[in-house]
């Protein structure tokens, strides 16, 4: 197991930042692996859902974590026997991920982490 952060700083403010994380329909937006997304509501701990990616892969999900107050929100994602775990990080002009689960796994999302924090920061 290895736990990887990534940063990244842009123009958004952290209101902007967690309105584009509140609502599962604009994930999309931001994260670049989100071709649909099958969800039973508002962002909230206990949301589950099904994101539909690239090449036909499939993730399932569950919101374990929403701290608005702190800027923080964690979900686990699994595909078959497969698990991270994400923490989303938010800041004025600034979010972070970290990235929990096999090493190899999470050092091949560091990238996809990179360009989905940059798309969220965004104004």
Same mark, same amino acid.
């Given at each position: 197991?290895?736990t990887?952060?990534?940063r990244?700083?842009?123009p958004?403010?952290?209101?902007?930042?967690w309105?584009?994380?509140?609502?599962?329909a604009?994930?999309?937006?931001?994260?670049?692996?989100?071709?649909?997304?099958?969800v &039973?509501? $508002?962002?909230?701990?206990?949301?589950?859902g099904e994101?539909? =990616?690239?090449?036909?892969?499939? *993730?399932?999900? @569950? #919101?374990i974590d929403? &701290?608005? $107050?702190?800027?923080?929100?964690?979900?686990?994602?699994?595909? =078959?026997?497969?698990?991270?775990r *994400?923490?989303? @990080? #938010?800041?004025e002009?600034r979010?972070?991920?970290v990235?929990?689960g096999p090493?190899p796994?999470a050092?091949?999302?560091?990238?996809?982490?990179?360009?989905a924090?940059?798309?969220?920061?965004?104004?």
């Amino acid at each position: 197991m290895a736990t990887l952060r990534v940063r990244r700083r842009g123009p958004a403010s952290k209101y902007r930042i967690w309105a584009r994380y509140d609502d599962p329909a604009r994930w999309g937006e931001w994260a670049p692996g989100v071709r649909a997304l099958r969800v &039973d509501g $508002p962002l909230r701990p206990g949301l589950e859902g099904e994101i539909h =990616g690239r090449l036909g892969v499939r *993730v399932r999900f @569950e #919101v374990i974590d929403v &701290d608005r $107050p702190a800027g923080r929100w964690t979900w686990a994602l699994a595909a =078959g026997p497969i698990h991270l775990r *994400v923490e989303h @990080e #938010v800041a004025e002009g600034r979010a972070g991920i970290v990235i929990t689960g096999p090493a190899p796994l999470a050092l091949a999302c560091v990238p996809i982490a990179r360009m989905a924090l940059d798309r969220v920061l965004q104004n």
